[in-house]
């Protein structure tokens, strides 16, 4: 029998990595660096987990990490800017001293052959413009916006091509604390959701623009959260309920970047829930010309829904979370629910590789776009053995089985050119402190104490290492590994 020709990772492929700035920085107030929300919601917490004050600090130790990016194979490393690093009051005057730290890391990057990936903005807006403006609330809040990512373009377009507006601009706005809202009343939180997600449309669209004239051959595009809903039955209420919770956690958004406006259920779930948006004049103009060279794909697990009737006490649209802050039901449309099917981690992420071909396709034949894994990953609480060791297994079977299927959708035709699995090294969950660990690094601390911060090569970066060696040939763990 003739055995199935597989279709091979293109040469070229982005093996990457990915971080963001407030998890893996610290350094949160040295070299005049602002704070940003994210401190500050870390901040509430700090007495249970550790907070974004050190993270990993690759502030001080960015040398030694780049070195062991480079020992990793890495061809590509995808990271944010601190907007708070490089205008301390997000509007105001430009931080010199953070934009030579960013020049030296890109440059050492590049050095080292690896391809810089910078988002703009990973959940950390300066929180002097929540102070001024109360955040996206204000259309200030997209000037500054613009302004800042036009810096950037300056600053480091000649050495920077791939650019990533905003990071889960699709997640962030379901979580309050995020995008600081502290409205109680529900139909208000919701309408203050709805302007500030607007607002970051007409951010993204205006950075989009600015990029293509800033950047010579520059590309541009979001970090989306991918949402793969299965219906809990057959009952055709429950297969529209799961397309509903994909379509209102993850679709309007990519439908928002690539068309302009907002898709038909999307408008009128905003004018049954009385919250459309200010908009003005000249914004669709903007919104519809700015167009995106790619999608960033954050992929992690997949959800299940049933429908979920609304009733006298809970209007059409109206939403409520259960269990964890961004899984929300929503009335008239989809309840969240179990998918007993899959197992699910020991943070309750219920993984599933097939989903990520699942979303991949759909997108791919939605926008006919090029894409890029930009994270992926298993949050796991690793340990450290006596040996300096840490044999994490789990982490190189999740992996595993997602890059095979990366491989398959290649083969289905998808133009997927890289693949950055979250993260480069263990750093600051985004609200899970430091147990919570992701990397291919180990950074000896916990949530409580820095100690050493100590980076230890885990088993997965030797996996990884050969899996980039092989172009994604050589899969299984080497004996060596172990
Ligand atoms: C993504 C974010 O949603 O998930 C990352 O872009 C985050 O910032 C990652 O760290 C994993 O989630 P968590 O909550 O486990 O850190």
Redesign the pocket.
Same mark, same amino acid.
């Given at each position: 029998m003739q055995q199935k020709e597989r279709k091979q990772f293109p040469n070229g492929f982005l093996w990457g990595a990915s971080s963001?700035a407030f998890?893996i920085e610290g350094g949160w107030q040295e070299g005049n660096k602002g704070m940003t929300v994210a401190d500050f919601n870390s901040f509430k917490r700090s007495d249970k987990q550790a907070d974004s004050k050190v993270a990993s600090d690759f502030y001080h130790h960015w040398e030694e990490d780049i070195e062991l990016m480079k020992e990793l194979g890495l061809k590509a490393y995808r990271f944010s800017i601190s907007w708070a690093r490089i205008i301390p009051d997000g509007d105001g005057e430009v931080n010199e001293e953070g934009l030579a730290f960013y020049h030296k890391v890109i440059n050492r990057l590049i050095e080292r052959g690896i391809t810089p990936l910078v988002t703009l903005y990973?959940?950390d807006l300066p929180y002097a413009l929540v102070e001024k403006y109360n955040g996206w609330e204000s259309r200030e809040c997209v000037d500054a916006f613009e302004r800042y990512a036009k810096i950037c373009f300056k600053e480091f377009g000649d050495k920077v091509k791939y650019w990533m507006v905003h990071?889960?601009q699709n997640?962030m706005i379901r979580v309050n604390e995020r995008m600081n809202i502290y409205e109680t009343d529900d139909y208000l939180a919701d309408k203050m959701r709805a302007q500030m997600d607007y607002h970051m449309f007409l951010a993204h669209a205006r950075a989009v623009l600015a990029c293509h004239k800033m950047v010579v051959d520059g590309k541009v595009g979001p970090?989306i959260?991918s949402t793969c809903t299965y219906p809990l039955t057959n009952k055709p209420e429950d297969v529209w309920s799961a397309k509903m919770n994909d379509w209102f956690k993850t679709n309007y958004c990519l439908d928002m970047y690539y068309h302009g406006e907002y898709p038909g259920y999307y408008m009128r779930y905003l004018k049954e829930r009385d919250i459309v948006p200010h908009m003005e004049e000249g914004d669709k103009d903007i919104l519809k010309s700015a167009k995106m060279d790619f999608i960033g794909v954050?992929y992690?697990r997949t959800l299940c829904s049933s429908y979920l009737p609304a009733d006298e006490k809970h209007p059409m649209g109206s939403r409520v979370y259960r269990g964890n802050e961004v899984d929300f039901d929503q009335y008239g449309y989809c309840r969240d629910e179990k998918n007993e099917n899959l197992q699910a981690s020991e943070?309750g992420a219920q993984i599933d590789p097939m989903g990520l071909r699942i979303v991949l396709n759909e997108y791919y034949q939605r926008y006919h776009l090029p894409m890029i894994i930009a994270?992926n990953?298993l949050?796991m609480a690793d340990t450290l053995t006596e040996d300096e060791r840490v044999h994490d297994e789990y982490r190189i079977a999740y992996l595993k089985e997602h890059i095979k299927v990366c491989q398959l959708v290649i083969e289905d035709g998808v133009e997927l050119f890289g693949y950055c699995p979250? /993260?480069v090294i263990d750093?600051l /969950?985004?609200?899970?402190g430091f147990k919570?660990r992701?990397g291919f690094v180990y950074v000896n601390r916990d949530d409580h104490d820095v100690k050493d911060l100590r980076r230890i090569k885990k088993d997965s970066f030797y996996w990884y290492q050969n899996v980039i060696k092989t172009n994604g040939e050589q899969l299984e763990q080497l004996e060596t590994e172990r």
């Amino acid at each position: 029998m003739q055995q199935k020709e597989r279709k091979q990772f293109p040469n070229g492929f982005l093996w990457g990595a990915s971080s963001s700035a407030f998890q893996i920085e610290g350094g949160w107030q040295e070299g005049n660096k602002g704070m940003t929300v994210a401190d500050f919601n870390s901040f509430k917490r700090s007495d249970k987990q550790a907070d974004s004050k050190v993270a990993s600090d690759f502030y001080h130790h960015w040398e030694e990490d780049i070195e062991l990016m480079k020992e990793l194979g890495l061809k590509a490393y995808r990271f944010s800017i601190s907007w708070a690093r490089i205008i301390p009051d997000g509007d105001g005057e430009v931080n010199e001293e953070g934009l030579a730290f960013y020049h030296k890391v890109i440059n050492r990057l590049i050095e080292r052959g690896i391809t810089p990936l910078v988002t703009l903005y990973h959940f950390d807006l300066p929180y002097a413009l929540v102070e001024k403006y109360n955040g996206w609330e204000s259309r200030e809040c997209v000037d500054a916006f613009e302004r800042y990512a036009k810096i950037c373009f300056k600053e480091f377009g000649d050495k920077v091509k791939y650019w990533m507006v905003h990071n889960e601009q699709n997640l962030m706005i379901r979580v309050n604390e995020r995008m600081n809202i502290y409205e109680t009343d529900d139909y208000l939180a919701d309408k203050m959701r709805a302007q500030m997600d607007y607002h970051m449309f007409l951010a993204h669209a205006r950075a989009v623009l600015a990029c293509h004239k800033m950047v010579v051959d520059g590309k541009v595009g979001p970090a989306i959260s991918s949402t793969c809903t299965y219906p809990l039955t057959n009952k055709p209420e429950d297969v529209w309920s799961a397309k509903m919770n994909d379509w209102f956690k993850t679709n309007y958004c990519l439908d928002m970047y690539y068309h302009g406006e907002y898709p038909g259920y999307y408008m009128r779930y905003l004018k049954e829930r009385d919250i459309v948006p200010h908009m003005e004049e000249g914004d669709k103009d903007i919104l519809k010309s700015a167009k995106m060279d790619f999608i960033g794909v954050n992929y992690y697990r997949t959800l299940c829904s049933s429908y979920l009737p609304a009733d006298e006490k809970h209007p059409m649209g109206s939403r409520v979370y259960r269990g964890n802050e961004v899984d929300f039901d929503q009335y008239g449309y989809c309840r969240d629910e179990k998918n007993e099917n899959l197992q699910a981690s020991e943070y309750g992420a219920q993984i599933d590789p097939m989903g990520l071909r699942i979303v991949l396709n759909e997108y791919y034949q939605r926008y006919h776009l090029p894409m890029i894994i930009a994270e992926n990953g298993l949050g796991m609480a690793d340990t450290l053995t006596e040996d300096e060791r840490v044999h994490d297994e789990y982490r190189i079977a999740y992996l595993k089985e997602h890059i095979k299927v990366c491989q398959l959708v290649i083969e289905d035709g998808v133009e997927l050119f890289g693949y950055c699995p979250w /993260s480069v090294i263990d750093l600051l /969950s985004s609200h899970q402190g430091f147990k919570k660990r992701y990397g291919f690094v180990y950074v000896n601390r916990d949530d409580h104490d820095v100690k050493d911060l100590r980076r230890i090569k885990k088993d997965s970066f030797y996996w990884y290492q050969n899996v980039i060696k092989t172009n994604g040939e050589q899969l299984e763990q080497l004996e060596t590994e172990r």
